[in-house]
């Protein structure tokens, strides 16, 4: 029985170690494997979805043959945005059943996403940037918003960096 357990583990931490120094398109056609052996539909799907994103940013014109790590989480953020607005959209038409479906494949996409920043940690690196900038009023969102957008990317979500820049730019005027 311990054996059999420690191999257990051993097999668990290997394959840890295995997904992290994996490329996301590797991981990927592993999980869609995975998937394919449970069944699971909703997942594949999603997996295809990112599948067929990945390769076409691979095959596009003046594209390197591997994406960077930057360019796979570029690639995974566009790709939940488009799930989020798609639901958004299902919600006003009053489709849940496509919702649903849309949140069900979002949800699968952000296990790829780094962690996203609380709303703490966000209004706190932002604090620092505007600072870092020099930023004194609302005139000076653009400013900040090149920097934020570039230091926080895949970290939080574009409205929802411009939302506390704004926030905070307005606060220091006040």
Do not use: W
Request: aromatic share 2%; proline share 2%.
């Amino acid at each position: 029985m311990v054996p059999e357990e420690l191999k257990r583990i051993f097999n668990q931490h290997l394959t840890l170690n295995n997904s992290l120094k994996m490329s996301l398109k590797e991981r990927i056609e592993a999980d869609i494997k995975k998937a394919m052996l449970a069944k699971d539909k909703t997942r594949l799907t999603a997996l295809r979805s990112i599948k067929s994103q990945i390769l076409l940013a691979e095959t596009e014109k003046g594209a390197a043959e591997v994406l960077t790590p930057d360019a796979e989480i570029k690639l995974l953020t566009k790709a939940a945005k488009q799930r989020r607005e798609s639901a958004d959209v299902y919600a006003k038409q009053f489709r849940t059943d496509l919702q649903e479906t849309e949140l069900a494949e979002l949800a699968i996409i952000e296990e790829y996403l780094p962690q996203q920043l609380s709303e703490g940690d966000l209004l706190s690196k932002l604090a620092e940037i505007i600072q870092r900038v020099g930023a004194a009023g609302p005139s000076d969102l653009g400013k900040v918003m090149g920097i934020a957008s570039k230091e926080l990317a895949g970290l939080a979500d574009g409205r929802a960096i411009s939302a506390a820049v704004s926030r905070l730019l307005n606060n220091t005027n006040a």
